[in-house]
């Protein structure tokens, strides 16, 4: 039993440093106030145990047995119900970051998942018309998210990095993408690969608080070029087209420009 409540105690400890970290102080309080909990049952225990003299239970009223027992039974709800919202935080919910910001391409761990994915305190607030810079990352076929350069002559807001990183006020992330149509057999050295025009879910986050602002669809080129070389996460015998610059526009403008 002590080793169990050392341990309870530990886990407590670390995802409050998580927490404090993550920029999140009222979660990082609720996993103080949990991992103290075990003692001050300890305590209440005892000193309850004092008070009763003694006495068996048999030999104590109803309504004093009902009281002993409600009061432990309220403290493991407030406990169970604290650690599973800490504990979401903790898995779920994205943290701050707490490097500088140096180039666009550092905000690419705002697309990460649970304990990965940042937000970032030093980016702009999202406020008033636009343009609301982004910064654009696609997914490369190992699983990696890569920034989504512009084409020549686009304006400065729309990534890239010529954008100023603390003008940055959105991210948007693609995730791994689906299988539209096939295109064709890209033939390596010692393997043939087919190839398909991806279609990727695409999500929109504030950079500054990491908070969703929306989801779209964008599916990748039409035109069937093979990579000269490329990686592949295990267990995946595919490729995907990754979808034009003029395709993000088209798709995000609504985010950027209004």
């Given amino acids: 039993m002590a080793r169990l409540m050392v341990l309870f105690i530990g886990i407590a400890v670390v995802f409050s440093v998580i927490a404090f970290k993550g920029g999140n102080a009222p979660v990082g309080l609720l996993f103080i106030v949990v991992a103290a909990a075990p003692v001050l049952f300890l305590g209440y225990a005892v000193v309850n145990r004092r008070r009763a003299g003694g006495a068996t239970a048999s030999g104590q009223r109803p309504q004093q047995r009902g009281r002993r027992t409600l009061i432990p ?3 493991a709800l407030v406990t169970v119900v604290t650690v599973g919202y800490g504990v979401y935080w903790v898995m779920f919910e994205p943290k701050a970051n707490d490097k ?20 970032f ?41 010529g954008l100023d990183p603390h003008r940055v006020q959105l991210i948007a ?6 299988e539209g149509e096939f295109l064709t057999d890209c033939k390596f050295t010692t393997d043939s690969i087919k190839l398909y025009r991806g279609v990727y879910d695409v999500t929109v986050y504030e950079a500054k608080t990491g908070k969703k602002v929306g989801s779209e669809q964008l599916s990748g080129s039409r035109k069937p070029d093979c990579p000269g070389m490329v990686y ?10 990754e979808p034009e610059f003029a395709d993000y526009q088209a798709v995000l403008r609504k985010y950027v420009d209004n």
């Fill in 73 to 75: 039974r309220v403290i």
């Fill in 100 to 119: 500088a910001l140096t180039r666009v391409s550092d905000f690419q761990t705002g697309c990460g998942a649970g304990l990965a994915r940042k937000y």
């Fill in 121 to 161: 305190p030093q980016a702009a607030d999202r406020t008033g018309a636009g343009p609301h810079p982004i910064a654009m990352f696609t997914i490369s076929e190992s699983g990696s998210p890569n920034p989504a350069y512009p084409t020549s002559g686009t304006a400065d807001y729309w990534s890239g990095n």
């Fill in 173 to 178: 992330c693609l995730d791994s993408p689906d």
């Fill in 232 to 241: 592949l996460k295990r267990g995946t015998d595919k490729l995907h087209t």
